[in-house]
């Protein structure tokens, strides 16, 4: 008679919980979710519903943060399914309803996905891309599609044809989210939902997440599947995950790493896709730990003095936590040089091309020749897609990209070597060396210190809150960089400093609707 009893009481729960105390959804963390439910104090459908209300006032209303660009109209049921899934058996997977917001490169089945071009306008997939999938399969509800950089394009700014005017970053709403990514960081940073997937080929989750005083995770090439990912270059293409906590992003990795079949790369993740990130959130993990300062990853005339304190200061953090520090350490690039005259190797136009030719009649263009006739793109981009199409497009046997996998190679020897000289477990730099640029502004100088080190060598990068600049107004990132398929150092790291500190505050701009 138990589990009757238990069932019927659980179908009176969704009312209970509901007339109870709202769930403060600010800030709140997936355990925090889950410990809630598990107490009958909240249920999946109130969840959602509470983010649903918080992008209703403050994503076009209010301080019009403009990062969603599309609600998934099944949301609600799926929590509702949810909720009697949890009456049965409990809790239904690790991300049980998890409301996840999804940069709109990533394949949502039966969800417009656009890339942030007009030309996409109409793709709707029938599949989910496979990071996207996992996460469903863990329990995650596709809560909203966000605003990006038009194809990916912009490290700056987060502006595209598919939606009016630029995303605003939330901590202020006159600068910008950095790009490509920067309406899946201004979403979660506003507590949009509870995480978000984005992508990164030279910044993308990493910049975004230093803007918006987030952790994002950028893995090791073939750690995580770019399957159903809109390609920028899959030389250095990475889909992963921003959060507001180092605890969440690992929750959210653990499930999205591993071998996808629609991704070659990702073979490798047969002999590394068995780490326990979980288990690295130890928050006495930085003892013992050697880490070396990357001043030639940042230093330059141009960085903002604030910042480079602040990044001091960091360091100091990370002393006082139990590490001890290299300062400087230098990676050994002399001598080595892309071979001239070699071309680029594949790149947009030849990854765009083969990705839209997989789609067959699924997409209204074909080719990135029929999407510079469509004229579907915002005309800040139109200068980069005629460069693109006029360019050459050479395959992966090409002399092109032979020059460029020796030349990677090359780098990637430097950076372990490095490592075995100094003697360390991770480097560490500030993401940005400067503040985030007010919208519009493209003169003053970037600071972005993100593009080369990690999408060169396809080694794991870490970016995690630092700090405040400007009288703590504008956030600040630290990354910490480190060998192939360290991923769980990485995060063990960045979780000793972030317990260590607790830099992040949630935006002025975005208060509790209560």
């Not at 909720?83 to 709109?104: Q, S, Y």
């Not at 007009?118 to 793709?123: G, M, Q």
């Not at 405040?468 to 910490?480: E, I, K, Q």
Request: proline residues 7%; neutral net charge; contains cysteine.
């Amino acid at each position: 008679m138990l589990r009757p009893l238990l069932f019927i009481l659980a179908l009176t729960l969704p009312a209970f919980a509901q007339n109870a105390a709202p769930f403060e959804v600010e800030e709140t963390t997936i355990a925090q979710v889950h410990s809630a439910m598990n107490a009958g104090s909240l249920t999946c459908r109130a969840l959602v519903d509470e983010y649903l209300k918080r992008i209703e006032a403050y994503d076009k209303n209010g301080p019009a943060i403009n990062a969603i660009v599309l609600i998934n109209p099944e949301a609600q049921k799926q929590a509702d399914e949810l909720d009697r899934r949890f009456a049965r058996t409990g809790i239904t997977g690790p991300l049980h309803c998890v409301p996840l917001i999804v940069k709109d490169n990533f394949e949502t089945a039966g969800l417009r996905t656009t890339n942030g071009a007009l030309a996409l306008e109409k793709f709707i997939p029938v599949q989910d891309a496979f990071l996207v999938r996992r996460a469903r399969e863990a329990g995650a509800i596709v809560l909203a599609k966000s605003n990006m950089a038009e194809w990916a394009f912009s490290p700056y700014e987060t502006v595209s044809s598919i939606q009016p005017g630029y995303t605003r970053n939330p901590y202020d709403l006159s600068r910008v989210t950095a790009g490509s990514s920067g309406g899946t960081a201004a979403a979660v940073a506003a507590s949009f939902g509870l995480v978000g997937f984005g992508s990164d080929t030279g910044n993308s989750i990493r910049g975004p997440s230093s803007h918006q005083s987030l952790v994002g995770i950028r893995s090791t090439m073939g750690l995580t599947s770019r399957g159903g990912v809109i390609p920028l270059s899959m030389l250095a293409d990475i889909a992963g995950p921003i959060a507001r906590s180092v605890e969440d992003a690992a929750r959210v990795f653990a499930v999205i790493t591993g071998e996808d079949p629609g991704d070659p790369v990702t073979v490798a993740a047969r002999n590394h896709g068995n780490q326990n990130y979980l288990a690295a959130l130890d928050p006495n993990g930085l003892k013992g730990a050697v880490i070396g300062v990357l001043r030639q990853a940042y230093e330059r005339e141009s960085a903002d003095p604030e910042v480079v304190r602040i990044f001091k200061s960091a360091v100091e953090e990370l002393r006082r936590a139990g590490a001890t520090i290299i300062d400087p350490v230098t990676v050994d690039l002399d001598g080595i040089r892309r071979a001239q005259n070699a071309g680029p190797c594949q790149g947009f136009k030849y990854d765009l091309n083969h990705y839209l030719a997989a789609q067959g009649d699924q997409v209204p263009v074909k080719t990135l020749a029929e999407v510079l006739k469509s004229r579907g793109y915002h005309p800040s981009v139109q200068l980069r897609l005629e460069q693109a199409e006029s360019g050459p497009a050479n395959g992966p046997d090409s002399p092109a990209c032979e020059a460029d996998r020796t030349y990677r190679e090359q780098v990637r020897e430097a950076v372990v070597r490095a490592m075995g000289k100094f003697k360390i477990d991770a480097f560490v730099y500030p993401t940005w060396s400067n503040v985030p640029r007010l919208i519009g502004d493209l003169n003053t100088p970037a600071g972005d210190n993100s593009q080369f080190f990690s999408p060169t060598t396809g080694f794991p990068a870490i970016s995690v809150p630092m700090g405040f600049s400007r009288g703590g107004t504008l956030p600040a990132g630290m990354t910490l960089f480190g060998k192939a398929w360290s991923e769980a150092t990485l995060i063990k790291f960045a979780y000793a400093y972030e317990q260590a500190t607790k830099h992040r505050h949630p935006p002025a701009s975005t208060p509790p609707l209560r």
